[in-house]
């Protein structure tokens, strides 16, 4: 028989840790500990996961040491949906658990979904997908990103970023998720969460804004085509670069980012008046030196014909 530490019983009733909406009086309803029968559960649209994913190892630790945190629900009739917890769900069923700790708290569908949303973002697994979904579905209520972030703890740019990964995505025609394989993403079949960060924030510099927009929608699949495999420093150097020079192709954009991880050092000293001259064209590029020097050289190269010669 599975034994659950000793603190679920002296569980206090207290108030749901959900701030008031502005326009709206949310009734702050006592929650209530239990143990439900897993018959009792479903898994509802409140709960913003869209799958369990893999539950092996949760169920072999529910097996050994029992269900280690109640899942959350909320009363629907005679029966009770989750709201957090749906992967202890899961597991506690592959366990063959008859019952499941829970916190039943009187919730409305608003409610549900921010509880839902608030620990998913806090545990950090959520798809993209799955928190752009649930953006949509409160904003019917609020109208606002604003009044959602505060409700949800969070800031209102995270709200806007995931939303326009997520608009980003029918164009690039792969998925975006949290943490995607280096497989998925050498096959160009999936691309990280933060690799698509970067390419949203990029294409809303002026520089890139300038573009014109067929111009524009044919550099964003060409980008993500270009940093998908790339370790996520590298990418950031080749969206950094093109957020300098918009103009360039993201072939030689990525060549140009990339030189220093397969060129050669040499160390080179220049005479103080053509440092500071470097150091001048470097700032008026938002550069640094590092950057503009091979550049610099091999332009020079090409005017006096040697890049030609050596081809």
Same mark, same amino acid.
Not at 124 to 145: F, I, M, T, V, W
Not at 191 to 208: L, S, Y
Not at 276 to 296: N, Q
């Given at each position: 028989? /599975? ?6 019983? *002296? ?17 702050? *309803?006592?929650?209530? $500990? ?12 409140? *709960? ?30 005679? %029966? ?39 620990? *998913? ?21 609020? %109208? ?58 990029? $294409? ?14 044919? /550099? ?21 670069? $093109?957020?300098? $020079? ?20 040499? %160390? ?44």
């Amino acid at each position: 028989m /599975k034994r659950h530490p000793p603190s679920y019983q *002296n569980l206090q009733r207290k108030k749901p840790n959900i701030q008031k909406h502005p326009k709206e009086q949310w009734a702050m *309803n006592l929650a209530q $500990f239990t143990e439900i029968p897993i018959a009792k559960l479903y898994v509802g649209k409140s *709960n913003v996961r869209g799958s369990a994913g893999d539950i092996t190892e949760l169920t072999k630790s529910i097996e050994e040491e029992g269900v280690l945190q109640p899942i959350l629900v909320r009363p629907v009739k005679d %029966r009770y949906e989750i709201i957090v917890g749906s992967r202890r769900f899961s597991a506690s069923k592959a366990a063959s658990l008859k019952s499941i700790p829970a916190i039943v708290r009187e919730m409305n569908d608003d409610e549900a979904i921010v509880a839902s949303l608030t620990e *998913n973002i806090q545990r950090g697994d959520l798809e993209p997908e799955e928190e752009a979904s649930a953006y949509k579905r409160l904003y019917e209520s609020y %109208r606002s990103y604003r009044k959602m972030a505060t409700v949800l703890g969070i800031d209102e740019s995270r709200i806007r970023r995931v939303l326009g990964i997520m608009e980003l995505v029918p164009k690039l025609r792969k998925e975006v998720r949290r943490y995607a394989a280096p497989s998925e993403r050498d096959k160009g079949e999936a691309i990280p969460f933060e690799h698509a960060t970067m390419i949203v924030e990029a $294409f809303r510099t002026e520089e890139i804004k300038r573009l014109p927009e067929a111009e524009k929608a044919a /550099k964003q699949v060409e980008i993500a085509k270009a940093i998908a495999p790339l370790r996520q420093y590298e990418a950031r150097k080749v969206v950094d670069r $093109f957020k300098m $020079f918009p103009e360039k192709s993201i072939e030689i954009i990525k060549e140009e980012a990339l030189a220093s991880e397969t060129g050669i050092a040499i %160390r080179v000293y220049f005479i103080p008046k053509i440092a500071r001259l470097l150091s001048k064209a470097a700032e008026d590029r938002g550069m640094s030196m590092e950057e503009l020097v091979p550049i610099a050289c091999e332009e020079w190269l090409k005017q006096v014909g040697y890049v030609g010669r050596m081809d």
